[in-house]
């Protein structure tokens, strides 16, 4: 079968708040060829990665997305992969083409799984999909006590796992810093798991970062994610090596894997944090996922946004057997928790794994996409590069 289309529907929030919440917009891709489809969803700024999809071409190496993708065979994983390949070379000097190859590749093993009624986790050779624990995912309060109160309710919730990010950690001082993680502490008590999200907030100072270490070491953190931005390797090879229980952790700012290959070798990280929708789909994170488990590194999924989202980045280690954890998020905009029909809901024991359901078992809410659509058109020399698709 040949893929036919490529949609690309942006969706937004009334309002988009300044704030790191990724659920305020999302840009769902459908594809089609024959009479079957597949839905995924990119983790990117929708306008400029719809763009990807149909600018024109500059040179040789700076093609639309859409130039290596429509009309291609879609018959088995090893034609994505091959697409995914013509992406990556056609559009070498197109950074966003990598976002915008997210959502396809997503997509196309979505429809493949549909079409062969297999979830995407066995086409990708797992045997079975592994319970995980979730790990309530949400901002720090404005105030210890906020955070307190916010961490508390995941506990009576039944969450084993907590993480709190961004808001005003790094931002104030490391004595403020430190009585928010107390604050965390204290609400979900000496059993719960904490992980810490610093939003990339120092840059690449290791000295502000090592003022926080004490705290985090003494409230038994597991895991300081994103000290850093992507590219300070040195820094976080050197704050790792201060670290005595406590682990580093990153790699959702990877946009290929060649950037998260050198995360794991040269950041001193114990989690490579993997985001599908951004890194290039399920295809490369599976592959860092493997690779990630030959160097020692525990693979974890990133997503902050919707049930699509959650289920895409779960397939890439769904049967891996050491990597027990899972992003769950907890403060979704009502875009996110409105976009699918279905949610991946925790079971009797509080766990999450892959759907068992041909694809990647969520579909999205014909009803949801209309409400949040933000109608849009590109045109270029008076000619309309894009325009909004029929749902």
């Not at 990556?88 to 966003?96: C, G, I, T, W």
């Not at 049930?307 to 895409?312: D, G, I, P, R, Y």
Request: proline share 6%; net charge neutral.
């Amino acid at each position: 079968m040949k893929i036919e289309s490529v949609d690309f529907f942006y969706l937004a929030m009334p309002v988009i708040e300044d704030i790191g919440d990724g659920s305020q917009d999302a840009l769902l891709v459908r594809v089609r060829a024959g009479r079957h489809e597949g839905w995924g969803e990119c983790e990117a700024a929708p306008l400029p990665t719809i763009a990807a999809f149909v600018c024109p071409m500059s040179h040789s190496a700076c093609k639309p997305v859409s130039a290596s993708v429509l009309g291609q065979e879609l018959d088995g994983p090893a034609d994505i992969a091959r697409i995914g390949d013509l992406v990556r070379a056609n559009s070498l000097d197109l950074p966003q083409a990598d976002h915008a190859l997210s959502g396809i590749d997503i997509a196309m093993w979505n429809l493949l799984g549909r079409k062969r009624g297999e979830p995407v986790w066995k086409l990708l050779g797992y045997k079975e999909a592994r319970p995980r624990i979730p790990y309530a995912s949400m901002l720090f309060g404005d105030k210890p006590s906020d955070t307190m109160a916010k961490a508390r309710r995941m506990v009576e919730r039944g969450f084993s796992a907590v993480k709190l990010g961004w808001g005003p950690y790094g931002r104030e001082t490391a004595e403020q810093d430190e009585d928010q993680v107390e604050a965390a502490r204290e609400a979900v008590g000496p059993d719960v798991w904490i992980m810490v999200d610093a939003g990339t907030v120092w840059g690449d100072d290791v000295a502000a970062a090592r003022r926080r270490l004490k705290a985090l070491e003494r409230n038994r953190v597991t895991w300081l994610e994103e000290p850093f931005v992507s590219g300070a390797l040195p820094a976080y090879r050197k704050l790792a090596s201060s670290c005595r229980r406590l682990r580093l952790a990153g790699g959702e700012g990877s946009h290929d894997f060649h950037s998260a290959r050198q995360m794991i070798d040269q950041g001193g990280i114990g989690f490579i944090q993997i985001d599908a929708g951004r890194i290039g789909g399920i295809t490369v994170a599976k592959r860092v996922a493997d690779y990630a488990v030959r160097h020692g590194v525990t693979y974890v999924n990133h997503t902050f946004t919707s049930h699509l989202a959650l289920s895409a980045s779960l397939q890439p280690y769904a049967g891996l057997e050491r990597n027990a954890l899972c992003e769950y998020p907890m403060e979704p905009k009502p875009l996110a928790v409105e976009l699918t029909r279905e949610h991946l809901d925790r079971d009797s024991r509080g766990m999450v794994r892959a759907p068992d359901a041909p694809g990647l078992g969520i579909s999205p809410d014909p009803a949801a996409i209309r409400k949040y659509l933000v109608e849009t058109e590109i045109r270029v020399g008076g000619r309309v590069a894009y325009r909004t698709p029929a749902v």
